[in-house]
């Protein structure tokens, strides 16, 4: 199943794989594109496409940085070997120089280890495909521990998205529900006012019908209204489905806000235009949470 993911997260995964142990961290925040970066040993730089093509494969939008870390090889696994010869040749020079100039010989292993080439290392050849296996398999445990924690996140910002979404639907109900009474009160008014100005007339009732309808197209909020709750439905329908939806929802955010202004526009009643500020300050809320959305 498919699930929400925070853009938020953090993984580590730390194992011994064929005699090397391998640290292996992923790290990310928020981010319009996807952004990768891969921190390596010199020695395994060779690996870095592969590990970035890794993070692709797992991860569509974010900054993520990826450490990794490799303790340094077995001392069975190299061998020193003393450079008898050379360190003769030392040892001969260094006691002309004494007598030369008539100075206090002091050789000593120290000394001698410190000279040039003294000593030869000789480390066993590196199979770069084996080794990038084991670091590909730590690297996919790594990323592992990283998606649950985006996950466990992403869940929190969908439920936290989907009562807010319910509570933008309570708000519309009561736009709605006052929509209709105000166009009510309206003609009420219209009906008391004519009273007073014409009261020894009789009042055209089919005039007064004609201004409140007049009136009530001005102020009518149904198209609005349904089109905020269609794309209430399609948030849903998002949420449910899952995958990599930050930037659908962003773009059906600013449609929300499209219809909100434009009810709020429309809203002579000051509770009703209150109403509409709750509905843009739940809309702001979700657009902040759907930054956080991959």
Same mark, same amino acid.
């Given at each position: 199943?498919?699930?929400?993911?925070?853009? /938020?997260?953090?993984?580590?995964?730390?194992? #011994?794989?064929?005699?090397?142990?391998?640290?292996?961290?992923? =790290? !990310?925040?928020?981010?319009?594109?996807?952004?990768?970066?891969?921190?390596?040993?010199?020695?395994? !730089?060779?690996?870095?496409?592969?590990?970035?093509?890794?993070?692709?494969?797992?991860?569509?939008?974010?900054?993520?940085?990826?450490?990794?870390?490799?303790?340094?090889?077995?001392?069975?696994?190299?061998?020193?070997?003393?450079?008898?010869?050379?360190? @003769?040749?030392?040892? +001969?020079?260094?006691?002309?120089?004494?007598?030369?100039?008539?100075?206090?010989?002091?050789?000593?292993?120290?000394?001698?280890?410190?000279?040039?080439?003294?000593? #030869?290392?000789?480390?066993?050849?590196?199979?770069?495909?084996?080794?990038?296996?084991?670091?590909?398999?730590?690297?996919?445990?790594?990323?592992?521990?990283?998606?649950?924690?985006? @996950?466990?996140?992403?869940?929190?910002?969908?439920?936290?998205? #989907? @009562?807010?979404? +319910? /509570?933008?639907?309570?708000?519309?109900?009561?736009?709605?529900?006052?929509?209709?009474?105000?166009?009510?009160?309206?003609? #009420?008014?219209?009906?008391?006012?004519?009273?007073?100005?014409?009261?020894?007339?009789?009042?055209?009732?089919?005039?007064?019908? /004609?201004?409140?309808?007049?009136?009530?197209?001005?102020?009518?909020?149904?198209?609005? /209204?349904?089109?905020?709750?269609?794309?209430?439905?399609?948030?849903?329908?998002?949420?449910?489905?899952?995958?990599?939806?930050?930037?659908?929802?962003?773009?059906?955010?600013?449609?929300? +806000? =499209?219809?909100?202004?434009?009810?709020?526009?429309?809203?002579?009643?000051?509770?009703?235009?209150?109403?509409?500020?709750?509905?843009?300050?739940?809309?702001?809320?979700?657009?902040?949470?759907?930054? +956080?959305?991959?």
């Amino acid at each position: 199943m498919t699930v929400v993911k925070s853009m /938020t997260g953090y993984g580590r995964a730390v194992e #011994t794989v064929n005699g090397r142990e391998f640290t292996v961290e992923i =790290r !990310s925040v928020n981010n319009r594109y996807l952004d990768c970066s891969i921190k390596l040993p010199r020695m395994l !730089s060779f690996a870095e496409d592969a590990l970035k093509q890794a993070v692709k494969a797992a991860v569509s939008r974010g900054k993520v940085d990826v450490f990794v870390t490799q303790r340094a090889e077995e001392a069975a696994d190299v061998q020193v070997t003393l450079n008898t010869a050379l360190a @003769a040749g030392y040892v +001969n020079a260094m006691r002309q120089m004494a007598q030369e100039f008539k100075i206090r010989e002091d050789i000593s292993v120290a000394l001698l280890s410190r000279m040039p080439e003294v000593f #030869t290392v000789d480390k066993p050849q590196v199979d770069e495909e084996q080794l990038l296996a084991d670091l590909l398999s730590v690297m996919q445990t790594a990323l592992s521990n990283y998606d649950a924690m985006r @996950a466990r996140e992403g869940q929190a910002l969908k439920n936290d998205l #989907t @009562a807010r979404g +319910n /509570t933008i639907r309570e708000l519309v109900s009561q736009v709605e529900a006052g929509n209709a009474q105000t166009v009510i009160d309206y003609r #009420t008014r219209l009906y008391n006012k004519l009273q007073e100005v014409l009261a020894s007339t009789s009042i055209d009732e089919s005039r007064i019908l /004609t201004e409140a309808a007049i009136f009530a197209d001005k102020v009518a909020v149904d198209e609005e /209204t349904v089109r905020l709750r269609s794309h209430l439905e399609q948030m849903d329908s998002m949420l449910a489905s899952g995958g990599p939806i930050g930037r659908k929802l962003d773009f059906l955010l600013q449609e929300m +806000n =499209r219809e909100a202004n434009t009810i709020g526009s429309k809203c002579t009643d000051l509770r009703l235009a209150r109403v509409v500020v709750d509905i843009k300050a739940e809309l702001e809320k979700i657009r902040e949470q759907t930054q +956080n959305i991959e």
